[in-house]
């Protein structure tokens, strides 16, 4: 199940890619938690920054784990995961609420879990799992329909939570997951059409192409009101992430020395808005230096699944790699005013360490795939 000689035959590229993204997570964390009077004199170790080095070791020792383990052997335990991710999406309902929404469990001495970013990897392998098992039969309307079936229980529990970024984030897993297996062409097309119209329409709006509020009358027969305002473009949030990153300009203001960040104008600048918070300090060089680290990491995550020898292990590795995307997509979208906020984390540098130990376990898999390419 577990073979340490494996890790010899990682792809050794993604360790220093791994290894800048948490120096620029430490970085923005030492800034934005800084306390005050340290923007005379920097000072790097801040409360924070020391929980979140603790999270990036025990990352580091989830990924060899996972990289040495035998990915294979997930098969059989795929409908336990599943399962017990369904009811741990279904018991935050039963605990009590923390910020008012239901989306972490709170352990005595321990930081908050938030079961729907190990549902999101979990949702891979079974989904992963239930195409191979399909074999020739996977085309068929009735494995599109079954298909559905696994990814709606935990889209919907976790859109219930409310938490509609992870929740849309099992979307595009799903149909690239599908379009890899073979799945029923035309509930393909119809389902990336639907969701590139809605893609179209919510960016119309972000773009001030559409008005937010003259369509109000139109979303508001199918939304409720308060789901019609996570639409909103003119929130203080998306304005002042675009501040942040505007106030950056070509070079950035440097490290602790940003006046708008810094000084809590703008909302989570260490979780959610962290890219934004980057990007004031160090500017575009630094934007384009961190868009130039995910594009090396989501590239050489993909080639995995080009390599896979097996189609457990193409479906895998294709849905880790779409996991990884979508997150960083997703959250920058957030920043640059094209999609909503929606607290969905930006993969290693965003504070925290559900999101963190889940990605690195994605990474742990991958390597796992591409270290026996060559074994059948």
């Not at 599109?144 to 079936?149: F, H, K």
């Not at 393909?188 to 559409?210: C, E, Y």
């Amino acid at each position: 199940m577990w073979d340490h000689r494996v890790l010899s035959r990682i792809d050794f590229r993604l360790l220093p890619i791994i290894i800048c993204l948490m120096i620029v997570s430490l970085l923005v964390i030492s800034s934005m938690t800084g306390e005050a009077g340290e923007w005379e004199a920097p000072q790097f170790w801040t409360s924070l920054v020391k929980v979140q080095l603790r999270w990036f070791c025990l990352g580091w020792v989830v990924f060899f784990v996972c990289s040495a383990f035998d990915y294979r052997k997930l098969r059989d335990w795929s409908l336990f995961l599943y399962a017990v991710a369904i009811l741990l999406l279904i018991g935050l309902f039963f605990a009590d609420p923390i910020q008012n929404v239901h989306r972490w469990y709170k352990i005595p001495g321990m930081a908050s879990i938030q079961p729907s970013e190990q549902a999101k990897l979990i949702l891979v392998i079974a989904i992963g799992w239930f195409l191979e098992r399909k074999g020739s039969q996977v085309g068929s309307f009735a494995t599109a329909l079954q298909m559905g079936l696994i990814v709606g229980i935990p889209f919907l529990l976790i859109l219930k939570q409310p938490d509609l970024g992870t929740a849309l984030i099992l979307y595009p897993i799903a149909l690239v997951m599908g379009y890899y297996a073979g799945i029923h062409q035309g509930i393909l097309r119809f389902l990336t059409g639907a969701g590139v119209f809605a893609l179209l329409v919510v960016s119309l709006l972000f773009l001030g192409i559409l008005s937010h509020e003259k369509m109000r009358p139109v979303f508001t027969t199918v939304l409720k009101e308060y789901q019609y305002e996570r639409l909103n473009p003119n929130t203080y949030h998306q304005k002042a992430a675009q501040t942040a990153i505007a106030i950056g300009g070509i070079t950035g203001t440097g490290w602790h020395k940003s006046e708008f960040s810094g000084r809590k104008w703008l909302p989570a600048p260490h979780t959610d808005s962290v890219f934004a918070a980057f990007g004031e300090e160090f500017g575009f060089v630094g934007l384009v230096f961190l868009l130039f680290l995910f594009y090396a990491l989501i590239y050489f995550s993909f080639q995995v699944a080009a390599v896979a020898k097996d189609p457990f292990g193409r479906l895998l590795a294709a849905g880790l790699a779409v996991y990884l995307a979508m997150h960083v997509l997703v959250n920058i979208g957030m920043m640059c005013a094209l999609l909503p906020i929606s607290g969905v984390p930006l993969i290693f540098v965003t504070y925290g360490g559900s999101s963190l130990l889940t990605t690195m376990a994605a990474l742990g898999l991958l390597q796992s795939i591409y270290s026996r390419r060559f074994m059948f």
